[in-house]
């Protein structure tokens, strides 16, 4: 129930910051309706998938667990490095050389921070047994007091947004705001994972934290590629 509640509301929210800030990038981005709803469609795609792509490769049933893995949680890390890719692959199906990454940044941050939401609600994603005072109990998992790490991301997506959102107004970093996104994304998260029960899957890191350690050289020679030809 909470997790197609809050992904709906989070795309609501996205939507609707799409539309305030698509101005900032409207002289640069000059698509099509037909384009735009393509890569839109594209990205939401892969973004599903990968995001669901653990847990359909995990499961002991598929038959059986389908409705489960559909309208359960996913991996926000996967998931935006599909929905990454979906975009790429739909700008190259239909021939769009231009920069996009800025127009999603702000909207894809607040479409996750109001997400992570559900997941709070939904007792899934929780930390590790913690004193602090601002612990949570999560009675559908015991009675420990527990880092909120669901809180934790909803509060880094949505600063991200805030600053990404000032970045983009002052032309700072122009062209490569995703890639800062995500780059910073990738550091809170190899951090918090050490605050989530994960299996420690080698080397004493989570298999998250070793799918980062491959990701952010990619994405920072990604942004070198652009930085070498004057992309922006």
């Known amino acids: 129930m909470y997790y197609p509640l ?4 989070g795309c609501i929210a996205g939507a609707v910051a799409s539309k ?6 409207a002289d640069r981005i000059n698509l ?9 469609l594209s990205g939401f795609c892969l973004a599903i998938i990968f ?4 847990f359909v490769l ?3 049933d598929l038959l059986h667990n389908a ?13 935006l490095v599909g929905g990454y890719l979906g975009v790429e692959l739909g700008k190259w199906v239909r021939g769009v050389k231009t920069k996009t990454g800025d127009t999603f940044a702000v909207p894809v941050a607040i479409a996750i921070g109001v997400g992570r939401l559900g997941c709070f ?8 047994e913690t004193r602090l005072p601002w612990g949570v109990v999560f009675p559908r998992v015991d009675q420990l007091s527990r880092h909120p790490n669901q809180l934790y991301e909803a509060a880094f997506h949505l600063l991200m947004a805030g600053l990404l959102f000032w970045m983009l107004k002052n032309g700072v970093l122009k062209g490569q705001l995703i890639k800062v996104y995500f780059l910073a994304y990738f550091g ?9 029960p994960e299996i420690d899957w080698a080397g004493g890191l989570s298999a998250y934290q070793w799918a980062i350690i491959v990701l952010v050289p990619i994405f920072i020679s990604l942004w070198y590629r652009d930085t070498r030809s004057g992309v922006t």
């Not at 099509?32 to 839109?40: H, M, N, R």
């Not at 995001?51 to 653990?54: E, F, V």
């Not at 409705?67 to 998931?79: A, Q, R």
């Open 6 to 9: 809050f992904t709906l509301l």
């Open 20 to 25: 305030y800030t698509s101005k900032y990038t």
């Open 32 to 40: 099509s309706a037909p384009d735009k709803v393509f890569i839109l």
């Open 51 to 54: 995001a669901k792509l653990p």
């Open 58 to 60: 995990l499961s002991q």
């Open 67 to 79: 409705g489960s893995i559909l309208f359960s949680g996913k991996t926000v890390l996967l998931g």
């Open 121 to 128: 609600f939904g007792g899934c994603c929780y930390g590790v």
């Open 188 to 196: 809170f998260r190899f951090l918090t994972e050490f605050l989530r």
